[in-house]
């Protein structure tokens, strides 16, 4: 998924502390890589494989000065991980361009192996935010340097609306002196401009997630709209562009399961979403017929907010049954089925006494390959409990996601070509109520009505951007041929 935050402060200031800091509060979107690139007449550059708190010491910080800087952290998608691929990517051609990206190239390999080497231009890396910032420059060379920059890096913009496609939100900086972000024609990763107000100026920031304003005292300004670029040049108000019209998609999942509760996505705010979820999905339970539980436990951390509500709405108790040791990876990086199991019941282990005797309602954000929630139930049922019952806040999830998010593939997912019971057969639940789609949707929607349609691609097989299908044909068939 990627996180990343791009910071234009005052001149003379060295903004990369704010900007670590900034980029802990968004680890969550991506623990495999980190990096910042600063600029203050010349680019400064550290980014390494690992989590942000173990990449940067303070002789890094000294060394990333300048007022403009910009961070990411990394989720890997495409490629193996390598250092070399780890963000910010940065050029000196046609000027000095930096770059951070969160999403997913759907034509990333013709992109590679095609388009660019057709252009004299051999991509180095296995990381698709390469290619937009080489399309971005091709489009800024394009450019005569008497028009305004604003106008110019709105014709790079377009450049590299032309050539990528997919879902991907950018920030990036200049060695102008100007920060600039843009957001994919579908608008599928969210991307937020903020600001902080001080007596000897503004100072602007472009993130991936609001949480990251929140921890540095930058308030929200606005989203980027879905092909829309915005241009921060110093002592200027920002410069918005329109570069592409069309139907704005966000992701769903970003509310269901990836972002923190306390960002605000699109206007909507993550916690009040998984609030509702939590609503519907009780009043889902009750008309399902669902037999009546004794308390509600949530699988933390993603269905904490959701498990609360639906408890209210139930008139159940919450209780947190199960304790997280928030020192394990993620599980899903396990490379077999065994060693996943084994590694969820390491990072969940259940206070018996919520379980004994007991019916319990677990709620989990999503059910993707069945793992964590089949482990879940047996870890429930040896704490002592008489009945496990399973709810999801969202639908059954049957399709891979071609935007960045790494889910599984088609024949991964438990509840792909299985009926509801079938599923609650293979995770072993008395009872599985899965939130239904047209819920789901609306919960979203009520959070901002100007939002018409989702990205629903992982629960519906149907996305929002022509070639994904394609996409993720070439993908699995790479990934099959990379098995044999
Ligand atoms: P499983 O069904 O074993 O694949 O695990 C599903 C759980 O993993 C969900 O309840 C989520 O909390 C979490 N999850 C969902 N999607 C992802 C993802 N793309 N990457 C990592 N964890 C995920």
Redesign the pocket.
């Known amino acids: 998924m990627c996180g990343f935050l791009g910071l234009a402060g005052l001149p003379g200031q060295d903004v990369s502390p704010e900007l670590y800091e900034g980029l802990i509060a968004l680890q969550h979107r991506g623990q495999d890589a980190a990096g910042i690139l600063s600029f203050d007449g010349m680019f400064h550059l550290r980014k390494q494989n690992g989590m942000v708190r173990d990449i940067f010491r303070s002789r890094d910080m000294q060394r990333l000065r300048g007022s403009l800087a910009i961070g990411h952290v990394r989720y890997p998608t495409v490629g193996v991980g390598a250092e070399e691929d780890a963000q910010p990517f940065y050029m000196n051609f046609p000027f000095g361009i930096g770059m951070a990206h969160n999403g997913n190239l759907t034509n990333w390999i013709d992109l590679k192996s095609k388009q660019f080497p057709e252009d004299n231009i051999p991509l180095e890396s296995s990381c698709d935010v390469e290619a937009i910032l080489y399309a971005f420059a091709q489009g800024l060379q394009r450019t005569v340097k008497s028009e305004p920059l604003a106008q110019r890096i709105g014709v790079a913009v377009a450049a590299a609306f032309h050539r990528a496609k997919g879902a991907y939100s950018v920030c990036g900086i200049l060695s102008e002196g100007v920060m600039f972000g843009f957001r994919d024609p579908s608008g599928i990763k969210p991307c937020i401009l903020g600001k902080r107000v001080e007596e000897a100026g503004t100072s602007w920031a472009i993130a991936s997630e609001s949480v990251a304003f929140d921890v540095i005292g930058y308030e929200r300004v606005r989203d980027l709209k879905n092909g829309e670029a915005v241009i921060i040049q110093p002592g200027e108000e920002p410069i918005f562009l329109q570069v592409v019209e069309g139907l704005h998609t966000p992701c769903i ?1 970003e509310l269901v ?1 990836f972002s923190r509760p306390d960002s605000f996505l699109d206007k909507v705010s993550v916690y009040k979403t998984r609030r509702r979820f939590g609503e519907s999905l009780a009043e889902q339970w009750i008309a399902s017929g669902a037999p009546k539980a004794d308390v509600v436990i949530p ?1 933390p951390d ?2 904490r907010d959701a498990a609360l509500s639906m408890a209210e709405a139930l008139n159940l108790p919450y209780r947190e049954g199960f304790i997280k040791n928030r020192y394990i990876g ?3 990086i396990m490379p077999n089925q065994e060693e ?1 199991q084994r590694s ?1 019941r390491r990072k969940l282990n259940p206070i018996p006494l919520e379980f004994e005797g007991k019916n319990v309602l677990l709620v ?11 482990k879940i139930i047996e870890i429930a049922r040896k704490a002592g409990a008489a009945k496990v019952y399973f709810a999801s806040t969202s639908p059954p999830l049957t399709s891979p996601c071609p935007y960045g ?4 593939t088609e024949k991964d997912f ?1 509840a792909r070509g299985k009926t509801i019971d079938e599923v609650r057969d293979d995770i072993g639940a008395d009872h599985l109520v899965y939130l239904e789609l047209e819920r789901m949707i609306s919960c979203g929607k009520a959070g901002n009505s100007e939002i018409k349609e989702f990205c629903t691609g992982c629960f519906t097989g149907e996305y929002p951007t022509p070639d994904a299908k394609e996409h993720l044909k070439a993908l699995s068939a790479e990934r099959s041929s990379a098995r044999n």
């Not at 989990?364 to 089949?374: A, E, K, L, P």
């Not at 998010?405 to 599984?408: H, L, P, R, T």
Request: proline share 0%.
């Open positions: 999942f399961y699988i993603s269905a993620r599980t899903f996943r969820i989990d954000d999503s059910i993707v390959r069945g793992n964590t929630s089949r998010i790494d889910m599984a438990v």
